[in-house]
């Protein structure tokens, strides 16, 4: 199997705009995408982080390298287009990864009530 990056997508949503909502809600999305996909965190090229724009007591990315260590790992934070029938409170992420996985074996994850954001699409529909 050959080396290839990878992206690798979660959300979220936090339940206040709160530091510690914000952080509890990123680390568990994070520990999840992880888990699901077996990530060695020294594979990990990249991570950009996205929030709505009613997010903005914490930067998500902080919560990687406090909570769990990711010092190595290129981070960023941005805020997400405000369309105005988007989800709110939402907290998104893309993980770069150097991994062996085809692409059908990522596992995206979708937590607290943002499952709907990826709904696989079927062709004619």
Not at 20 to 28: H, S, V
Not at 57 to 72: D, F, H, I, M, N
Request: net charge neutral; charged share 25%.
């Amino acid at each position: 199997m050959v080396m290839m990056c990878r992206g690798f997508r979660g959300a979220t949503t936090a339940s206040a705009n709160t530091k510690a909502a914000i952080n509890d809600a990123t680390e568990e999305m994070l520990r999840t995408l992880v888990d699901a996909n077996d990530i060695d965190v020294d594979s990990i090229a990249a991570a950009s982080f996205f929030v709505t724009p009613d997010l903005n007591a914490e930067y998500p990315a902080s919560v990687a390298r406090r909570r769990l260590g990711w010092t190595y790992v290129a981070l960023t934070d941005s805020v997400a287009i405000d369309v105005p029938y988007g989800l709110p409170m939402c907290i998104r992420v893309l993980i770069l990864v150097n991994t062996e996985k085809r692409p059908e074996e990522i596992k995206n994850v979708y937590l607290r009530g943002t499952e709907h954001l990826r709904q696989r699409s079927v062709p004619g529909s």
